[in-house]
């Protein structure tokens, strides 16, 4: 049996208290993701928010990201407003009643939404597709630290589970 891969201790800080959890509705990753999440202490510790694509589905409406949607999905999901708006009820909620200061971001390979939302979403090789999924990870995190303050943290799990940091935003950086 093979071991797992997470990032280590010291890539970013771990956190202390009750957090959100946003990750994408695909099925095939949800054991994987509960395992991370052990690993990261957090058992029992967060809520968790699931949304197809991620930061894909929330970042429409971020300036700079919506000329890269398909504009039959942009129609179809109204610009994808109303999935932002959800995601920060759920938030704001979270913070008022588990007193979160901490969010994860969990994007996953080959995720059925990047490939149905955005124009170029074919990608030559799993380094194109970690970069795709940074780009709009660290936008949406921005973009919650902007309008929580909450340290965000974002993540990559691959098809056999194995987790990589992205990138992180704190108070402290």
Same mark, same amino acid.
């Given at each position: 049996? /093979?071991? !797992?891969?997470y990032p280590s201790i010291t890539e970013y800080i771990l956190? +202390?208290?009750n957090i959100i959890v946003i990750s994408c509705i695909d099925l095939r990753l949800t054991d994987d993701l509960l395992h991370f999440l052990d690993f990261d202490n957090l058992t029992n510790r967060y809520d968790h928010f699931a949304l197809a694509g991620v930061a894909v589905s $929330?970042?429409?409406t971020t300036p700079g990201y919506k000329e890269l949607f398909k504009?039959?999905? !942009? +129609?179809?999901?109204? /610009?994808f &407003? =109303?999935? +932002?708006?959800? !995601?920060?009820? =759920?938030?704001?909620? #979270?913070? #008022? !009643? =588990? #007193?979160? +200061?901490? &969010?994860y971001i969990v994007e996953h390979e080959d995720c059925g939404a990047y490939r149905a939302?955005?124009?170029?979403? #074919?990608f030559a090789s799993f380094d194109e597709e970690v970069s795709c999924h940074k780009k709009f990870a660290v936008a949406l995190s921005k973009d919650i630290r902007s309008e929580f303050e909450l340290n965000v943290h974002c993540f990559?799990?691959?098809i056999r589970g194995n987790v990589s940091l992205l990138d $992180? &935003? $704190?108070e402290h950086n």
């Amino acid at each position: 049996m /093979s071991s !797992l891969s997470y990032p280590s201790i010291t890539e970013y800080i771990l956190p +202390k208290k009750n957090i959100i959890v946003i990750s994408c509705i695909d099925l095939r990753l949800t054991d994987d993701l509960l395992h991370f999440l052990d690993f990261d202490n957090l058992t029992n510790r967060y809520d968790h928010f699931a949304l197809a694509g991620v930061a894909v589905s $929330t970042t429409a409406t971020t300036p700079g990201y919506k000329e890269l949607f398909k504009e039959d999905a !942009l +129609k179809q999901y109204d /610009s994808f &407003v =109303h999935w +932002k708006k959800s !995601l920060y009820d =759920h938030i704001g909620i #979270a913070i #008022a !009643l =588990h #007193a979160i +200061k901490d &969010v994860y971001i969990v994007e996953h390979e080959d995720c059925g939404a990047y490939r149905a939302f955005l124009k170029d979403s #074919a990608f030559a090789s799993f380094d194109e597709e970690v970069s795709c999924h940074k780009k709009f990870a660290v936008a949406l995190s921005k973009d919650i630290r902007s309008e929580f303050e909450l340290n965000v943290h974002c993540f990559m799990i691959d098809i056999r589970g194995n987790v990589s940091l992205l990138d $992180t &935003v $704190t108070e402290h950086n």
